[in-house]
């Protein structure tokens, strides 16, 4: 009763999980002076904690529960989707807050209680991304301003898929002192966003240069430069993978920059090349798997996946160079073409979804 219980909970919290990624992207784009509705520019202060905390949160916690496989891992992700919404539809700001803290305390423990059943360096490094995200919990709690917690939450997004690839990295003989440079790279990492968040000098700097050595790291050991050769899926997979790290890469010098400071005008590009370049194509890449352990939803491979993926990376590098030049006109189509880039990959999941559907388990149409 308790398995039917949460199989049925979850495409639930997804479907609102996605929710907020929608008004998350939407807002992102009223950010810009595009007009959008009114939901949308009443939360455009809040879009990274929308996407970071609210979809991000959600799923990275669902994820993890379906790997602990215990009812009560499902509450960290039940809280924060209560956060979201509150976000969404109240001005309950510091509700949402405590919330979005206390979520991030249970995925903790559910680390700890991951790293008990698994020994390993990956749940290490799990839980010490979600830590990153109680620190920007609190940040954010504190300072009401959800910029000074940024990095902080980009390093749980990061730190948790790097955590999740080196888990993979047991298929390859990989030598003692990467896993040594690994675990510099993290800390380097949390130190940076502690210290940004802190308003410490150069500390935002410190955190680029993780981004830099990490995505150096991933594409010399990840498998996925060995899985490029492949073909079908999982060559689809290492080519969003690789293209990724160069966007983290590319993150990293910006930085170096001054890109993350507060008020620089390479800031959006900085943080769009971590956040859709980097992290979305993680998760263009991986929505084939995660989909059907999440949500219990199977996605079949199909070439047509590669038009998402090429747009995704097309449209931000519109809007990077449309920042850099400072035409406000190239950013906001760059910002736009993000945005269909997702209805996009949506309709191509569901178009592969449906093509698994027996046709006498479809609903009958009239014409």
Not at 24 to 46: C, D, E, M, N, S
Not at 81 to 101: C, E, G, K, P, Y
Request: proline share 4%; hydrophobic share 60%; aromatic share 10%.
């Amino acid at each position: 009763m308790k398995s039917l219980f949460t199989q049925r909970l979850r495409p639930v919290l997804f479907a609102i999980a996605a929710l907020t990624l929608v008004v998350g992207l939407v807002a992102g784009l009223a950010r810009l002076q595009i007009t959008a509705p009114a939901l949308a520019v009443h939360l455009a202060v809040f879009h990274g904690p929308l996407l970071i905390s609210g979809f991000f949160g959600t799923v990275i916690s669902l994820e993890r529960a379906v790997a602990i496989q215990t009812p009560m891992a499902y509450a960290a992700s039940l809280i924060n989707v209560t956060a979201a919404v509150l976000l969404l539809f109240s001005d309950l700001n510091l509700v949402v807050q405590t919330l979005s803290i206390l979520a991030a305390v249970m995925l903790t423990a559910m680390s700890l209680q991951l790293l008990r059943k698994v020994k390993a360096d990956f749940t290490i490094i799990l839980g010490v991304a979600a830590g990153c995200w109680i620190a920007g919990g609190f940040v954010w709690w504190l300072t009401q301003d959800p910029s000074r917690a940024t990095l902080l939450w980009f390093g749980f997004l990061v730190i948790t898929i790097a955590g999740e690839r080196l888990e993979l990295t047991r298929f390859l003989p990989t030598p003692s002192t990467a896993k040594r440079w690994f675990y510099l790279i993290v800390l380097v990492l949390v130190l940076g966003g502690l210290g940004s968040a802190s308003s410490i000098a150069a500390a935002a700097q410190l955190f680029s240069l993780g981004l830099i050595t990490l995505a150096v790291w991933l594409s010399r050991f990840d498998i996925a430069r060995h899985n490029i050769r492949q073909t079908g899926v999982t060559r689809y997979i290492a080519i969003c993978l690789l293209s990724g790290y160069a966007w983290l890469g590319l993150a990293g010098i910006l930085g170096l920059f001054g890109a993350f400071d507060i008020g620089s005008p390479l800031r959006d590009g900085a943080l769009h090349a971590l956040g859709l370049g980097f992290v979305m194509a993680m998760v263009f890449g991986h929505a084939l798997i995660i989909l059907p352990a999440v949500a219990r939803i199977k996605v079949p491979y199909h070439a047509a996946f590669y038009l998402p993926l090429g747009l995704l990376h097309g449209s931000l590098l519109l809007r990077v160079i449309g920042k850099w030049l400072d035409i406000i006109g190239l950013q906001q189509l760059g910002a736009m073409a993000n945005a269909l880039t997702f209805l996009v990959f949506a309709a191509v999941m569901i178009w592969r979804v449906r093509s698994t559907t027996p046709t006498s388990a479809r609903p009958a149409t009239h014409s």
